[in-house]
């Protein structure tokens, strides 16, 4: 069975950084496109960043371009999220989440989600 | 962007009713949409993908229709077990939205 484990939140300081990871095992993850995916407590579900599956195509939500960067270890099976200059609108659980296998989109497999908390 | 609203926020159903979840899109995804079922605590769950396709292993109580911009997730017969709350997702263009989530209870 596919697994994601994500790993690296916790609690942090308005205008630091952190990095999150996540650990993918059980397919082939040099051939997925990879996503980091964001919900603030209580609310919905947000979109934050795509990276293509060889690392040379990357997109991001208007709300973190410049201070976020996805990028990935294919040869660790490894996804990350650097997060710069956190504010408190990036408190949240995030998750990785695999691009759909049978469709051009949609997210398939899911982590369990790291918790982000901005807080000073 | 596209924007993506769901109705209602919150419905409350009887064992064995139908219920219908319905999306909207601020301008065309053509058939570039899934659902998920997302359960208090844990990460979402795909249930359909390209509108109307059954992901698998997924139970065949719920189905989804629709192109364009309106959009449909339908549970035939609800059961305690899809107590949850349900987002729809555009992938017709970056950023990929999601819709603000509808909010299941049974009765």
């Known amino acids: 069975q596919v697994q994601l484990v994500e790993s690296g939140g916790g609690v942090v300081q308005p205008g630091r950084s952190l990095r999150l990871s996540c650990a993918a095992s059980r397919f082939a993850f040099s051939t997925y496109d990879m996503h980091w995916v964001r919900q603030a407590p209580g609310r919905g579900l947000e979109w934050v960043a795509v990276l293509s599956n060889d690392g040379t195509k990357n997109y991001y939500a208007d709300s973190v371009k410049g201070r976020f960067t996805i990028s990935r270890d294919n040869s660790k099976n490894t996804l990350f999220l650097q997060m710069n200059t956190l504010g408190d609108e990036d408190t949240g659980v995030y998750y990785c989440a695999r691009n759909s296998v049978v469709s051009t989109g949609g997210f398939d497999y899911w982590g369990q989600g790291t918790l982000v908390t901005v807080s000073s | 962007d596209i924007q993506m609203t769901q109705s209602p926020s919150t419905l409350s159903a009887a064992v064995g009713d139908r219920v219908t979840i319905t999306c909207r899109a601020s301008q065309t995804v053509s058939s570039w949409l899934a659902w998920y079922q997302q359960k208090p605590g844990k990460a979402p769950k795909l249930l359909i993908f390209?509108?109307?396709s059954l992901q698998s292993e997924v139970p065949s109580s719920f189905s989804g229709r629709g192109y364009g911009t309106e959009f449909n997730l339908t549970i035939s017969s609800v059961q305690p077990d899809d107590v949850a709350t349900y987002h729809c997702q555009q992938y017709k263009s970056y950023p990929w939205t999601f819709g603000q989530g509808t909010k299941v209870e049974v009765k």
């Open positions: 390209d509108a109307s």
